[in-house]
């Protein structure tokens, strides 16, 4: 392989919200249970990546975010970084200058560590191919660095849903995730308003909830429920059950904020506005007859899923009913979305 000089490459990657979700993970990031995402569209980080070829061997990372200088970040990536020498043993020869931008604002309920971290991915394996003069990328492999950065980050790679995890699917691993297909189309035209609540500094990480979970009392409740739900949900996608896929995904929410307050210790991420938000969307679905449905990330903002078709029902529902219990009224437009993209400069 010969190395080259300098190289800079920049993608785009969107975020995603988990339908069925992932909490609890072994080893080396992988899950204890299968989850299935819906890819976001709006929401996403942009990323370069410079490499410039060095004599004597390190692997020098500097990390600008925003613009700005992130020693905490940097200090991160470098050990991710280190990590990912055995797939990236070009790695050591080479410093990085790291610019990203996200779309969305930082701590707004939107994983932006699925959108950085598949980013990344991308851009590493981009130049990987380069390298190698192969045509194209290894999907599974962008999506297994992803995973090793953050485990959501894995689903970000695919376009529509994705679905991580070994189970009934066909394809599916724990290494990296596969891209859904073979639903109904009016799944294609999912939309996610996320309702803000807080967008200050979770209380618990991700990382000690999913740690909490080795011990917890439900753990292996919670891991069968995860591949039922998800088999209902597949089945409710691929037939245009709706209603199915309401229930299912609003009980996947609540089933993880159950795990929550279940924890020893035990916490809670949602607000009291999460919750009149939620008893807002169960009234207005039984009062219109509407498919509308929330789910929750690790935190308190409330995702408001909805289809196309009741798009001006649903946003005359948020201004007038849902945005005075938000914080300082404000909503993220989203929707389905076509993962990550090279931007060629
Ligand atoms: O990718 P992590 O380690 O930040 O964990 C994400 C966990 C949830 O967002 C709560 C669920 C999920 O499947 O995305």
Same mark, same amino acid.
């Given at each position: ?110 994983? %932006?560590? $699925?959108?950085?971290?598949?980013? #990344?991915? *991308?851009?590493? =394996? ?5 390298? !190698?003069? &192969? ?115 609003? %009980?996947? $929410?609540?089933?993880?904020?159950? #795990?929550? *307050?279940?924890? =020893? ?5 949602? !607000?009291? &506005? ?72």
């Amino acid at each position: 392989m010969k190395l080259l000089d300098s190289y800079s490459v920049t993608y785009t990657c969107p975020s995603n919200i988990a339908l069925i979700k992932y909490w609890g993970k072994f080893a080396t990031q992988f899950p204890c249970n299968p989850s299935l995402s819906m890819t976001l569209d709006k929401c996403h980080t942009k990323t370069t990546v410079h490499f410039t070829k060095v004599d004597s061997p390190s692997c020098d990372v500097e990390l600008l975010f925003e613009g700005r200088k992130n020693p905490k970040f940097e200090v991160k990536l470098s050990k991710f970084l280190d990590e990912q020498s055995h797939i990236f043993p070009w790695l050591k020869h080479y410093a990085l200058k790291i610019e990203s931008h996200n779309t969305f604002p930082h701590s707004a309920g939107i994983a %932006s560590s $699925a959108s950085s971290m598949g980013a #990344l991915s *991308m851009c590493l =394996n981009d130049f990987d191919s380069a390298l !190698k003069a &192969q045509e194209g990328i290894d999907v599974n492999q962008c999506s297994s660095v992803a995973r090793l950065g953050s485990g959501s980050a894995s689903r970000s790679i695919f376009k529509n849903y994705s679905i991580w995890g070994e189970c009934f699917v066909k394809d599916s691993s724990n290494e990296y995730a596969i891209e859904f297909s073979g639903f109904s189309k009016e799944f294609l035209t999912l939309r996610d308003a996320v309702l803000i609540v807080n967008d200050g500094e979770k209380a618990v990480s991700s990382r000690q909830g999913h740690a909490l979970m080795n011990e917890h009392p439900f753990k292996n409740v919670r891991y069968e429920n995860a591949h039922k739900n998800l088999e209902m949900l597949i089945k409710a996608m691929k037939s245009g059950d709706t209603k199915s896929f309401v229930r299912i995904v609003e %009980s996947e $929410a609540l089933e993880l904020h159950g #795990l929550m *307050m279940n924890s =020893n210790p035990s916490f809670i991420l949602m !607000k009291p &506005q999460t919750l009149s938000i939620i008893e807002e969307i169960r009234n207005f679905r039984t009062m219109f007859e509407v498919d509308i449905c929330f789910t929750l990330d690790a935190g308190p903002n409330v995702h408001l899923l909805y289809f196309e078709k009741d798009k001006d029902i649903v946003k005359k529902f948020i201004n007038e009913t849902l945005l005075p219990l938000t914080h300082r009224e404000t909503v993220i437009y989203d929707q389905i979305g076509l993962g990550p993209h090279k931007v060629l400069c």
